[in-house]
């Protein structure tokens, strides 16, 4: 008798077609499971860290604690204590757990944008190792509540500058007072002799002349402004009683003067500086403290071009050099 | 059978009988063997190659192994008719029922077809009735 | 007016009503270990191979290509932005989690749920249900329950594989050839897959693979007994299935985000 035939050979090998893919399928989702439950740390032993701070916003669970830039913990639970402060509780592999030092600080910081970040420093690693379980605060740094004030700071060592290099200003008086002198020891009855007449005299003055060289060494280009003021003094020049006082006072005020304004900017370029860092991935909020920034520019020039012209003008700063005996 | 209502009538009174029937198409997707081994493997829970086996004796009696393989538009009259009727039998019901063979075996000579066919079958059924119009009634010979 | 508006909503009622209690009928036998035989074990298995298993390979490099192409422009744009550490994070989101399994569905629907709604709609109309049925074969136990199951699978499947290959794509491409990032690659990983979303995603890509063969057939099973309602039934069963496809979407996405 003849046998019937098993089936209408369509497709071959089906059940095992069939079956392969059922496998991979079945072995992926389990896998991709495991995977996920192992990535996620179940497999491994940890240890817990609290820290305590006294706002929790932007931070989740699952986000990390970084130490050096590398994830070595992560958030697994916030709670509210009783005293109304967050409880963050942190899970640390133990295998990680070494960076963390009973000395260690922790900072939280919200950038503009992106997620909420922990960082762990540790100055001294040979300092005890942190226990289990225990408690730390966490400090907050917050660079979206930092830069108002960053920018107000900026703002007001501005307007001092202004206020310096302003038209009536103490310090453009002061340059004023020191064209007149200058003017009047330029002048036909003009006090040169009678200064290197004396010796000791000259050395005071080579003395803080020196030490305004110093002070305004790199300078070197004038300003049209500070010209006419002082095309203006040298026409009425004379007055002979006291100069040398005078003039050796006026220098080391506008020394001093000079040195603040040129400090000041220099801190309101390092908090700029600091604002820009802080911002550094945002195009658009570095708009602002690019405006700044070129206000300060500005008047940075603006105390260059006075300080160049009062080098410039100054008639002792070369010619002391050459006579000096 | 006097008209259609009575059909009906008759056919709903015998909700047991296995219908062989112009309005009972064979499975288009499935070859004659697997239409037929379809039934036991649900009736009786079968597996296909036991299944099949007993169809493709079926079959073999018939005298219609020719057309196992093929599916229902590539089937003449008289093998779809005998798929049919195999399917109808194979789970052996009591009753089967052949309704209106004219309208399945129309380039037939269908009564004397008919009586040879179930001849060579008889074995494997226990009762066939053939539904048929009382205006054909001169065509069947008398039993 | 008003009586043919409430007739046309008592109708399309009676439509999703079938549709869930067929959607329960089948996933109960689906679950029911007595129902099955030699010959739904067959029809499941060639409905996974008609599904699945032939268009393993185009499908596979579609979502290649695409995922390649959303991971290059996610991960340049991010770079310009200066956000490169949520490059991975948003690729891993967009495209495992929402774009892979959505597209798998889509694609899945297109092509066996069309099949499945015409030929379902011709079984019908053909009168071969009720043939099956007087021979003694349950129809939900040999055609419907059976592409349930392959059609889920099938989604299934092609969605574990798209992803894969969309996980692979993301790693060489952020971190390149090589294999000492993976505990960074862990890392981020962990950080999208909680065990609810992984869960989610499952149960998601379930629904997905349960409508793309439950609707179609119940849309050809909606289907008036005469041939030339066939085109009907299966514009009807695909635009049905279009709108559960993307309500399933919505519902996830809200689920997961809000």
């Known amino acids: 008798m003849e046998r019937a035939p098993v089936r209408a050979p369509l497709i071959k090998n089906l059940g095992f077609k069939v079956g392969l893919l059922l496998a991979l399928t079945a072995a992926l989702a389990l896998g991709f499971f495991v995977y996920v439950l192992y990535v996620r740390g179940v497999f491994q032993e940890t240890q817990k860290l609290v820290l305590v701070a006294a706002n929790a916003e932007g931070v989740s669970i699952g986000m990390p604690l970084t130490f050096s830039g590398f994830p070595i913990g992560r958030v697994s639970r916030i709670a509210l204590t009783e005293e109304g402060e967050a409880r963050i509780e942190i899970r640390v592999p133990v295998k990680d757990a070494r960076w963390l030092r009973t000395t260690s600080v922790f900072t939280l910081e919200r950038p503009f944008v992106g997620a909420a970040r922990i960082r762990a420093f540790s100055t001294n690693l040979q300092d005890p190792p942190l226990p289990d379980g225990a408690e730390r605060r966490l400090l907050v740094g917050d660079a979206a509540e930092a830069i108002p004030q960053l920018v107000e700071r900026v703002r007001k060592i501005l307007d001092n500058v202004e206020a310096m290099t302003a038209e009536d200003s103490s310090l453009n008086r002061s340059l004023a007072h020191v064209s007149t002198i200058t003017g009047r020891m330029a002048g036909e009855y003009g006090v040169m002799e009678g200064v290197l007449g004396s010796p000791e005299n000259a050395r005071h003055v080579v003395e803080a002349l020196k030490k305004a060289e110093a002070l305004l060494a790199s300078l070197n280009e004038a300003s049209r402004k500070v010209d006419a003021l002082l095309a203006k003094t040298d026409q009425r020049v004379y007055g002979p009683d006291g100069v040398m006082d005078q003039a050796d006072r006026s220098l080391a005020q506008i020394g001093t003067l000079l040195e603040d304004v040129r400090a000041s900017l220099k801190r309101a370029d390092a908090v700029l500086t600091d604002a820009q860092a802080i911002s550094g991935n945002v195009r658009v909020a570095s708009d602002d403290l690019g405006q700044l920034r070129a206000e300060i520019d500005e008047s940075v020039r603006k105390v260059n071009h006075l300080i160049n012209e009062l080098n410039r003008r100054w008639p002792f700063a070369r010619e002391a050099e050459v006579k000096l005996p | ?143 | 007016m008003l009586t043919r508006r409430g007739e046309a909503a008592l109708a399309w009622l009676g439509a999703w009503g079938r549709a869930f209690r067929f959607a329960a009928g089948a996933l109960a036998a689906a679950f029911t270990p007595a129902l099955y035989n030699s010959a739904t074990r067959t029809v499941v298995q060639k409905q996974i191979y008609f599904t699945a298993w032939q268009i393993l390979a185009t499908f596979t490099a579609f979502a290649a290509v695409l995922s390649l192409v959303i991971i290059q422009i996610s991960v340049s744009t991010a770079r310009d932005f200066g956000l490169s550490d949520y490059a991975l994070e948003v690729v891993i989101r967009v495209l495992v989690l929402e774009l892979l399994p959505l597209l798998t569905a889509l694609f899945v629907a297109l092509r066996s749920g069309a099949a499945i709604n015409t030929e379902v709609a011709l079984m019908n109309i053909n009168n071969e249900i009720r043939a099956l049925e007087a021979a003694g074969v349950d129809p939900m136990r040999f055609e419907f329950m059976p592409r349930v199951i392959g059609g889920t699978i099938s989604v299934l499947a092609l969605t574990a594989l798209a992803s894969l290959m969309a996980l692979v794509l993301g790693y060489v491409t952020v971190y390149g050839l090589q294999g000492s990032s993976l505990p960074d690659f862990g890392r981020v990983m962990g950080k999208v897959f909680t065990i609810p979303i992984l869960l989610g995603l499952w149960v998601k890509c379930l629904a997905f693979g349960v409508a793309v063969t439950v609707i179609p057939i119940v849309a050809g099973l909606d289907a008036p007994q005469k041939l030339f309602f066939a085109p009907i039934a299966v514009l009807r069963g695909m635009v049905r299935l279009f709108f559960v496809l993307m309500l399933i979407e919505v519902a996830a996405l809200a689920l997961t985000y809000i």
């Open chain 2, 1 to 143: 059978m006097a008209d259609d209502a009575e059909r009906r009538a008759f056919l709903a009174g015998h909700p047991a009988a296995a219908l062989v029937s112009a309005e009972m198409p064979l499975r288009a997707n499935l070859s004659v063997l697997e239409n037929i081994a379809i039934v036991p493997q649900y009736r009786e829970n079968l597996d296909y190659d036991r299944a099949a086996h007993r169809a493709w004796k079926l079959l073999e009696r018939a005298g219609a192994t020719g057309c196992a393989l093929k599916r229902d538009p590539d089937l003449s009259f008289e093998e779809r008719f005998i798929a049919k009727l195999l399917r109808a039998m194979v789970t052996s019901p009591p009753i089967i029922l052949i309704e209106r063979p004219a309208l399945l075996l129309p380039d037939t000579d269908y009564p004397a077809w008919l009586e040879r066919t179930l001849d060579a079958l008889a074995a494997d059924f226990n009762q066939c009735w053939i539904l048929d119009y009382r205006w054909n009634e001169p065509l069947y010979a008398p039993r």
